[in-house]
């Protein structure tokens, strides 16, 4: 496929615009997942404090902004973001029954350039682009296709992912055209990467400029380790789709793709001597500051299995990653790291942590994940028990609001007490592609979930009964609108409900 058939592949652009009106929460509270889990009252709660703040922040296309459907507000400043708009989608597809809160990257997608350039930030009054295309800071992060491949393991939606694949290789092609090193690399910037003033560039690099506007707006002739490893997940997450699909186009190129930046990464990034990986100069030193950036090699599975249990153990590092709340954005030892956060020195943000530990999940590291989520989670809820509401991010060494945080953020905060409370507090986590769900039983309480999606207009009701030890077997009782796989993990055994 030529770059000149970028819009004949975009079905989204030119799309007759969806002016439906917008649903309200007080009428759709029933249709949404109802959690279960006796003696929690306050979560129950939360949860549907988080869904209501949701819709308050619900918009929709206009003849000025020329989106092509309702979408969810970052609950920022006006405009939509990219980076904003795909974790809110990771608690968004639960409510896809009363609003297609994946329809967000729609509105993306219809403005999407010739050469396949998609920006990063569009204003929600006109639909322009914050940023001149070719602006350090005009688009990324690269995490579309990993967004629309959580959508498709809940729904096994094929004609969306048939939809998508086209203009999300497209714009593929457009960060490895100009976003990347002679030497196959990747770079971003601060904004670009979505943490906007972590001590990440190479000041030396750029002399003459302000360091905060060098560390928010310049690459700083640098191999960012985050727009490397989200590359790489990127041509894994279409490869995927091409397979799901019966796709060719492409293919030869993502594999390669990934192969290359594998053996980079591994090579030019990974500091031996830390057992981590970096961010690397344009002389090939490694810029030695411990980002939570890093984890996104989890995810992408970039990482040899035998360097893991090393990487892995900065996350229970008392002295770096594991402070009173898991997990601050930059590591506890560098010199900028603050107590209260200090935005991406410190903070606690609901997206990291959710990248983290779904990345810990996808290397067979379930226990730790959930340890962390619920650390997390634990600590949202204290604040929320104090204020009422969710913010953009927390305090690293108390359960606080960081500084500076908006308050009834969500927003990215939503993934907290819906997402994290279904996928790791209740332990549900539903493959719709594989017509499988996977659910830990870490809670001695009567538990459950009722009208979980588990594909496109089916449902699944899941609840356990109460139990005295964590090693008793569950007794569980399930009602779907269809036939589906359930594996039971509890303690250190598990089986497959039904058999």
């Given at each position: 496929m030529k770059l000149e058939d970028v819009e004949k592949h975009n079905s989204f652009i030119g799309r007759k615009p969806n002016m439906a009106d917008l649903p309200d929460f007080e009428s759709n509270k029933s249709k949404l997942p109802e959690p279960v889990w006796d003696g929690h009252a306050d979560s129950i709660e939360a949860y549907y404090k988080a869904w209501k703040i949701a819709f308050s922040n619900l918009g929709k296309p206009t003849e000025e902004n020329g989106f092509v459907s309702p979408y969810i507000d970052a609950a920022f400043n006006g405009d939509i973001f990219l980076w904003d708009s795909c974790f809110m989608l990771m608690f968004g597809k639960y409510g896809d029954g009363v609003f297609k809160f994946q329809g967000t990257l729609d509105d993306f997608y219809c403005k999407q350039e010739s050469d396949g350039f998609i920006g990063r930030q569009y204003h929600e009054t006109n639909g322009f682009s914050k940023f001149h295309r070719l602006d350090p800071v005009s688009t990324g992060p690269e995490i579309l296709a990993w967004c629309e491949w959580q959508y498709y393991q809940n729904y096994g939606d094929k004609k969306r992912l048939a939809d998508v694949y086209y203009p999300l290789l497209c714009y593929h092609r457009w960060m490895r055209n100009y976003h990347r090193w002679q030497d196959g690399s990747y770079w971003s910037s601060g904004w670009g990467c979505g943490m906007d003033n972590q001590p990440r560039t190479d000041l030396e690099a750029v002399p003459g400029v302000e360091d905060w506007q060098v560390e928010t707006f310049h690459h700083g002739f640098m191999s960012w380790i985050d727009a490397n490893f989200q590359a790489l997940l990127s041509c894994k997450e279409l490869l995927k789709m091409a397979r799901e699909l019966d796709i060719t186009d492409g293919v030869d190129e993502l594999q390669k793709e990934a192969e290359y930046l594998t053996k980079f990464i591994n090579e030019k990034m990974w500091s031996e001597e830390d057992k981590y990986y970096f961010d690397r100069r344009g002389n090939g030193e490694l810029l030695k500051v411990k980002s939570i950036a890093s984890y996104w090699g989890l995810l992408a599975d970039g990482v040899p299995e035998e360097r893991k249990a090393d990487f892995i153990a900065h996350l229970e590092n008392e002295k770096e990653f594991k402070r009173p709340h898991r997990v601050p954005a930059l590591s506890a030892d560098h010199p900028d790291y603050s107590d209260d956060g200090a935005y991406w020195n410190g903070g606690v943000w609901a997206p990291t942590n959710y990248m983290v530990i779904r990345g810990l999940s996808e290397c067979g590291r379930e226990k730790l994940a959930h340890e962390i989520a619920l650390n997390h989670y634990e600590n949202m809820m204290e604040v929320y028990r104090k204020t009422g509401t969710f913010f953009e991010n927390y305090a690293p060494e108390?359960?606080?609001?960081?500084?500076?945080?908006?308050?009834?953020?969500?927003?990215?905060?939503?993934?907290?007490?819906?997402?994290?409370?279904?996928?790791?507090?209740?332990?549900?986590?539903?493959?719709?592609?594989?017509?499988?769900?996977?659910?830990?039983?870490?809670?001695?309480?009567?538990h459950g979930i009722k009208r979980i999606p588990v594909g496109r207009d089916a449902y699944a009701d899941l609840i356990c009964e109460a139990r005295s030890d964590a090693n008793e077997k569950p007794n569980i009782t399930v009602k779907s609108d269809k036939k589906i796989k359930i594996t039971v993990i509890y303690g250190d055994n598990e089986f497959v409900f039904g058999e």
């Open positions: 108390s359960a606080n609001p960081g500084n500076p945080a908006k308050g009834d953020f969500v927003g990215w905060a939503g993934i907290i007490p819906i997402t994290v409370l279904i996928e790791y507090v209740l332990g549900i986590q539903v493959h719709a592609e594989k017509d499988e769900i996977i659910w830990y039983v870490n809670n001695l309480e009567r």
